[in-house]
Each structure stands twice: as C-alpha cells, then as structure tokens.
C-alpha cells in the first residue's frame, strides 16, 4: 500500500507546531547595556546591567548578542568581583573604630589596613574563583536535564555572569552582602528556566545546589584563609601582657 503524500502547499498543523516549538538557544539577542558600553559607558553600562539585572535578569540574558563568545561577560565578572573587594574594603572600614578601641588590646593601626587591603583583593579573587567552581558545578547537573541538547559552556558561563548583577548591592554595608547572595541564587533560577528552556523545578535544584557547594567552600576558605594569614603575617590586635599591679588594702 503506497503512502500518500500531501501537496507542498498544505500546512499541517501538529508538524507546525514542533517546528515552533524548537528553540536555537544560541541565537543573538539586541544586545545587554554591558554589551553597549561604547554608548552608556564602562561605568554607566556596569550600573544598567545590574540594575537590570535585579529585576529581569532571565529576560536580560535572552538579548545577549554575542552568546558565542565570553568576552563582554569575563569584563562584566571582573566589575562583579570588584564591588565584593570594595565590600569588604568598605567593611574593614567602618569596623575600624570597634576594633580600635577593643579594651586590653595592643591595636596597630598599620597591619590593620593591610589586613583591609588584603581581605578586599581576596574578596575579589575568592568572587572569581568561586564563580568558575559554581559554573563547572552547574554545568554538569544542567548536562543531566538536558538528554536531547547539549548547551555549550560559553553559553551557561554568559548567562551565569549576567546573573551576578546583583553583586553591586555588595556595596550597602552590613545587609548588602546576604541580600546580594540571596538574589544571584533567585537570578540563576530565572536565567535556567528562561533562556536555557529548563523546567522550572531543575533550573531551581541545579542553582540551589550549586550555589550551596560554593557558599560552603567559600565559608571554608574565609576561615582557612585567616588562619593561614595570622601565621605569615602579625594580626592588628594583640592582648596586652605584662606585670599587672595589683592594689592592696592599706596601700
């Protein structure tokens, strides 16, 4: 029995419809305000992106115009990994007097603003780090949900930088760091489900793990890090020793 085929001019509704449905996830968008820099500016570019960032971070990276390539984004993890080395700057900063003025200590000013110096370029470098760590993490659980496309790692490193607008409220002391955290991992659901197409229930599991792991290794590095630095290098506060006198009645 021979098939018969429909003429060319006929539409056929149900193969229309899984035609729609294909989604080329490496297609170039207008393009993000970091990726407009020449016009806005380095700075005003930064500022646009995060701002955007902390309210349309999936929609952002659907417009990113250059997916196949990590450049804009490594530039954009670069002012990311700034504002965290400016945060803890700024918070070393502000602690300064509290720590100054600690009773029964021999404070040094100096070895306190080196510790200062030393935490913001670890900050800065613990963000990049961290972040590399987090997209080899991510990577591998999103390689698991999709069987049938393989997402190019260019691509999950782009839209993984673009969620970290939220870094700039690293800036506001004390209740900017936690909040900063708390809405990458919110941003990194959003770009899971709204440009790399996931449900939204492993876009969440995958970020929410991943962001764990790393927040665990970096809490572990903060205190290994301190440790090792009080051993190379003299802390700011020492307790002061020496011969107490000690009044006696009469005397």
Not at 11 to 33: H, R, W, Y
Not at 153 to 167: C, D, I, K, T
Not at 219 to 232: D, T
Request: proline content about 7%; charged content about 15%.
């Amino acid at each position: 029995m021979s098939r018969v085929r429909p003429p060319d001019n006929i539409e056929i509704a149900s193969l229309k419809k899984k035609q729609v449905a294909q989604f080329d996830v490496m297609a170039p968008g207008e393009g993000t305000p970091w990726e407009d820099r020449g016009t806005h500016g380095t700075l005003g570019a930064f500022i646009k992106t995060c701002i955007k960032s902390l309210h349309s971070a999936g929609k952002m990276t659907e417009q990113i115009r250059r997916p196949e390539t990590n450049t804009d984004a490594v530039a954009f993890l670069i002012g990311c990994a700034a504002c965290w080395g400016l945060s803890a700057l700024i918070h070393g900063l502000i602690l300064y007097p509290h720590y100054r003025d600690l009773p029964d200590m021999d404070f040094d000013p100096t070895h306190y603003f080196v510790y200062c110096v030393i935490g913001m370029l670890a900050a800065a470098g613990a963000t990049w780090a961290l972040f590399t760590l987090y997209t080899m993490i991510y990577r591998k659980l999103v390689a698991q949900e999709k069987t049938q496309t393989i997402l190019p790692h260019v691509l999950v490193y782009n839209v993984s930088a673009y969620a970290l607008g939220p870094s700039l409220l690293a800036l506001i002391p004390f209740a900017g760091p936690p909040l900063a955290i708390l809405l990458i991992g919110v941003n990194m659901v959003a770009v899971g489900t709204k440009r790399l197409r996931l449900r939204f229930a492993a876009a969440a599991i995958d970020a929410i793990l991943s962001l764990i792991v790393v927040l665990v290794v970096g809490l572990a590095g903060y205190f290994v890090g301190g440790i090792i630095l009080h051993q190379v290098y003299d802390p700011p506060s020492t307790p002061i020793t020496g011969p107490q006198v000690i009044s006696t009645p009469g005397q």
